[in-house]
């Protein structure tokens, strides 16, 4: 732990790194769970974590079997670098290109496997929080993401920074000085080869676009980002609240269906709103999320009314009768 002498970078951290930790809940907390991949985000977290948190902590590390082996390669030095912290380190090998659903991108796979297993592991060792090692920059990756395809106020958050018991310690800092700490503290990490190569939009974004943005437009680009992430969210949260007591009004019972909403349930009521009510929906069954172009489309049919059926994801469709909208297995919309 750092004693009286810290100095003035590591006392700046400690006083940003608690006052996410008071927002977000946790800081009190008696036991968290970090998600570690050995990159500099997620040893940034487990390293403020240890001097800064009180409570348990144990570490969490997915071996994906990828790179022609070179994750196996992170998943041993997340294991060293535990041992050496004295921290509870659990590692779970999965070869995720095998363990794709219909459907999936190995991202979506990927990101599937790790909340699991993140989940599994806190609920089997009691443990509060999970945290993920997200910082400044993934938050605003994440927002140009949601823009170039097609987003509403929702998708200009970003990424919440508390969504159940998963918080992001780090999101208010920036990728470049979280490295900095730890090159002042002499810690070493990994660097995945992966995120210099421009194969993913993301990579793109992150390698090409925020920096021309930086060079080019603003500087402090991430700083504006980060405050149209915070204005959405508050709008975000006020039309989650509507929409979950107009969806408790709207929604009947079906025995077949895995929703279901009365006939007239969308009478009277505006695009917005029943664009809200859709996106909801989904979440509660956890579909993947429409971009804005099928949004509108879906909020169409929803006005115009008569039979239509909509393909939502790979084995899920949104029909209307003439009793009303369901959300069914695709057997199920051949039957009706």
């Known amino acids: 732990m750092y004693g009286e002498g810290m100095d003035r970078q590591t006392a700046d951290f400690r006083k940003k790194f608690e006052a996410a930790g008071k927002r977000q809940g946790w800081l009190q907390s008696g036991s968290i769970l970090a998600a570690v991949s050995g990159g500099g985000d997620s040893v940034a977290l487990l390293c403020l974590l240890k001097n800064f948190y009180n ?24 294991r060293e670098f535990c041992e ?11 070869d995720v290109e ?15 496997i790790r909340y699991e297993y993140f989940d599994e592991l806190a609920a089997a060792e009691d443990i509060d929080f999970i945290a993920l090692g997200h910082s400044l920059d993934d938050l605003v990756e994440t927002q140009l993401l949601n823009l170039f395809r097609g987003t509403g106020i929702d998708g200009l958050r970003g990424m ?21 700490f730890l090159s002042a503290q002499g810690i070493s990490w990994c660097e995945d080869e992966t995120n210099a190569e421009n194969v993913y939009k993301r990579n793109k974004i992150r390698n090409d676009l925020i920096p021309w943005i930086k060079e080019n437009i603003n ?10 992430a915070r204005q959405a969210a508050e709008l975000s949260a006020g039309r989650s609240a509507r929409a979950e007591m107009q969806l ?37 069954l956890g579909l993947p999320v429409l971009d804005r172009k099928r949004t509108e489309e879906l909020v169409r ?36």
Do not use: Y
């Open 55 to 78: 409570g348990k902590i144990a570490a969490a590390h997915i071996d994906h079997c990828t790179r022609n082996g070179a994750s196996h390669r992170d998943a041993d030095f997340v």
């Open 160 to 180: 919440p920074e508390v969504r159940g018991r998963i918080v992001r310690p780090v999101i208010d800092f920036r990728r470049d000085e979280l490295r900095k």
């Open 98 to 112: 095998k363990e794709k659903m219909t459907g999936e991108s190995f991202e979506m796979a990927a990101r599937r």
């Open 301 to 336: 049919l929803a006005k115009a009314g008569g039979r239509w059926r909509f393909q939502w994801a790979a084995d899920i469709e949104v029909c209307r009768t003439a009793e009303g909208i369901f959300w069914l297995h695709r057997a199920d919309a051949e039957r009706i």
């Open 248 to 284: 408790a009004d709207i929604s009947c019972e079906n025995g077949t269906a895995l929703a279901s909403w009365r006939k007239n349930a969308v009478k009277g009521l505006s695009d917005s709103d029943i664009s809200e009510l859709f996106r909801l929906q989904g979440k509660i």
């Open 219 to 228: 500087a402090n680009f991430e700083i504006s980002m980060a405050a149209l």
């Open 84 to 94: 050496k912290w004295d921290i509870s380190c659990f590692v779970k090998e999965i």
